[in-house]
């Protein structure tokens, strides 16, 4: 796919991990006997026929770098440090001289691992012809929820599958999944100058009504805390 690349983000601290992230980042934490959670990243990436992935890095940069030099030879991988209390608007600024002029960027989080085909969202940025699709999908809260009716408890429920959350008459919310495909020269015209990168430019962009979304249908897996990664590996996922 010629006139995509990828870029995964991975230059945070991961203060939330705890002692994990203490000696690695959270990108290279294991999910199996096999696999870190940057390589089943990569195998999603190639799947769709991705082949050019950047990686912004920060925290931890030498061990992301000697890790992806020493498993992925001869790779179109560019691994650049763009410091640790970087944020993500200033880490894409610094490496879009590296994206080619027109050049569609798959961008995804460094802490998101993925269960479903990444062609399918390509397939619907391309139909849309937007200059960027951002993606929805189902999540399972781990939160006790209480439903209310006209001010009345009806109901007290876990685990609960959660799409939507509804708010004003005639709308809702949906839940980002943190994977979108940007048009480069979106990004050519965007001022960087906020730290809140996606509140800013997709707003900026929804203005423009340039801005197409994506339902995903596969699951999606963030892992913030040491539990979420001990829930992945009990549950024996496989993606």
């Known amino acids: 796919m010629n006139n995509f690349c990828c870029i995964i983000l991975c230059g ?4 939330r991990m705890g002692t994990l992230s203490k000696k690695f980042p959270k990108n290279l934490l294991k999910i199996d006997k096999k696999n870190r959670i940057i390589d089943k990243q990569i195998k999603k990436v190639f799947l769709a026929g991705i082949k ?44 879009l001289n590296n994206v080619e002029e027109n050049s569609n960027i798959l961008l995804i989080n460094g802490d998101t691992l993925l269960d479903f085909n990444l062609k399918d969202i390509v397939k619907s940025h391309l139909d849309s012809r937007k200059m960027v699709t951002i993606s929805s999908y ?35 919310y949906v ?30 962009m929804i203005k423009k009504k340039q801005i197409n979304i994506f339902d995903i249908k596969g699951k999606i897996f963030q892992f913030d805390t040491p539990k979420d990664l001990e829930n992945f590996k009990l549950k024996k996922i496989k993606v």
């Open 175 to 204: 839940i980002n999944a943190g994977i979108s495909i940007i048009n480069k020269s979106a990004l050519d015209k965007f001022i960087f100058n906020d730290s809140d990168f996606e509140k800013k430019f997709y707003n900026y």
């Open 12 to 15: 945070g601290k991961s203060t």
């Open 52 to 95: 050019k992935i950047i990686f912004p890095t920060g925290y931890k940069h030498q061990e992301i770098k000697n890790y992806l030099n020493k498993n992925y030879k001869n790779k179109d991988f560019l691994i650049k440090n763009t410091g640790i209390s970087t944020s993500i608007g200033e880490r894409l600024k610094k490496i």
């Open 138 to 172: 189902q999540f399972e809260t781990n939160f006790g929820l209480i439903k209310i009716k006209n001010n009345n408890i009806c109901s007290f429920e876990k685990k609960v599958k959660m799409k939507t959350i509804n708010s004003l008459k005639n709308s809702h």
